[in-house]
């Protein structure tokens, strides 16, 4: 392989872009990533994500590192009125979730950024290359041609690669190249957005995110981390944007909560939020992950979330057909399989928006009189099934996540599972004999090569799981979702072969 060549290039380094090339990187698939800015994206972005996601950073072998910088979230998020009655609460856990961790942590995103691309240092297949901006894209048969332009020397360079991967955010380029469409979920609203830094004089403050629903102006508060706190508030129709980012109207914007001399404002942007899925995320080898094919208004804080969740499906396809351990046609799978599961948060948000931003007083009573009729509704993210891919039965249970329980040992179940299959069972000789016949005999050459752990349930979580679900056989797939359960292991031996008789 000469210089330029690659197995996978990856347009764009925002989250989506960098997490992906941790996880090629981490299975040693050659990777060349160019980012068109010098600098991390610097304006107030994501702060929220969840246990799910804190998992994907498990995988990558950065967990301590991006605890080191987040904040597990205990207290919840609370929607209340102009008169401060909640109506509606997400709940706070504890610190132990079904992940094996807090199932929420809020964060400052540009610190994210940084841990994740400082990852990517420990792999020596994978190239970053900054102020570099990918102009055209050229697909033959066997391969794809990028032109990339070396924004400091102002040269065009020419990459030849298996595979390009467009996480290059929401307005993609690498978009157009797909041919997607765009599905329009109903929402779109101008909000500002900025980030304060307290003052050791600074007044408390809530702990819990606090939306508030007041027609008169909606809006959001947030404990980021450490010294951090987020405003995100809605424009009203009159409103002059460039006026609002001043500091000036901010402060004023912001008077009930806290004075100019009680903190700085860090930063101050107007977004527009949009619901939008794109329509076809992959054109033969070019595919798109991230912002680039969904888009979500915050008010869940699960965009970037969807964004990793992506990456996380992919790459384990990817790295299948990159190996030959899979056919090309495994990566259909994919949009398949993220679209309706990223449709679900985003038609949430939607509804949730629409609580928030309702400005007409008369409806807004009504909601409030709807939703203080009874205790305030608590509401948890939803645990939304993969679309129809790479899982076989009829279980509602398949296509969703397996939990990450303590093995006996206190071991976290995905240390050992690592980046492989893995089949959860208490009956591990039944397991290990089913492992070697379906190994040697059966499935489909290419996947032999494929390895399996055996995850001992016994005693653990995993067997209450187990017995719960009134199951003895799981299969998980790298992306940790479960991709086959049975009783029997002549049910389960059938559903293997389903899967990698290709
Ligand atoms: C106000 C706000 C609050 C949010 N809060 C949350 C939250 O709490 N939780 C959450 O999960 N999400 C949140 N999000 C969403 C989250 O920030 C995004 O979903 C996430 O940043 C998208 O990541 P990405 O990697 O797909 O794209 P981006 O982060 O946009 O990265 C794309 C990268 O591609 C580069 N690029 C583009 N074109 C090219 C090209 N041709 N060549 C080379 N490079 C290119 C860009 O420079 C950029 O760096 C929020 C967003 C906003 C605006």
Known sequence: ???????????????????????????????????????????????????????????????????????????????????????????????????????????????????LRTGLTRFNKVSVSLEHEVTSIETTGEHVNLTVLDKRLNISKQIKTKYVIGCDGARSFMRRHTDSGIIDLGLEQPWLVFDILLNENAPSLPDHTVQICDPARPMTFCNVTKNRRRFEIMLLPGDDPKGMTQEDELWRLVDKWIKPNQASIERAA?????????????????????????????????????????????????????????????LDTYER????????????????????????????????????????????????????????????????????????????????????????????????????????????????????VIINALNTEASIWLKDQNSSFVLIRPDRYIAAIAGSIDAFSQDLLKLFSE
């Open 270 to 330: 107007i977004y527009t939020f949009h619901s939008i899925i794109a329509n076809g995320w992959r054109k033969k080898r070019l595919l798109l992950a991230g912002d680039a094919c969904h888009q979500t208004p915050p008010f869940l804080g699960q965009g970037m979330c969807a964004c990793i969740r992506d990456v996380a499906n992919l790459s384990w396809k990817l790295i299948s057909v990159i190996q030959n351990k899979a056919s090309d046609s495994l």
């Open 337 to 452: 399989e993220r679209s309706p599961h990223v449709k679900a948060f985003v038609e949430l948000a939607v509804k949730i928006g629409d609580i928030i931003q309702t400005t007409d007083p008369l409806l807004a009573k009504k909601r409030d009189e709807q939703l203080l009729s009874d205790q305030p509704t608590i509401f948890k993210f939803p645990t939304p099934q993969l679309g129809p891919g790479f899982w076989t039965g009829t279980s509602p249970l398949l296509g969703t996540i397996f939990p990450q329980p303590q093995l006996q040992n206190n071991q976290l179940m995905d240390s050992l599972v690592e980046s492989n299959f893995a089949i959860i069972t208490e009956n591990q000789h039944l397991a290990d004999s089913l492992k070697l016949d379906t190994m040697k005999l059966s499935f489909a050459k290419a996947w032999r090569a494929t390895k399996f």
């Open 1 to 115: 392989m000469n210089a330029s060549s690659f197995d996978v290039a990856i347009v764009g380094l925002g989250p989506a872009g960098a997490t992906l090339a941790n996880l090629l990187g981490q299975a040693g698939i050659s990777v060349t990533v160019f980012e068109r800015e010098a600098q991390i994206y610097p304006l107030p972005r994501a702060i929220h994500f969840d246990g799910e996601v804190m998992r994907i950073f498990q995988s990558i072998g950065l967990r301590p590192q991006v605890q080191e910088i987040s904040r597990a979230g205990l207290k919840g998020m609370h929607f209340v009125n102009a008169q401060q009655e909640t109506l509606l609460i997400r709940g706070g856990t504890g610190l132990n979730g079904p992940h094996g961790c807090a199932n929420n942590y809020y964060f400052h995103q540009p610190e994210l950024e940084q841990v």
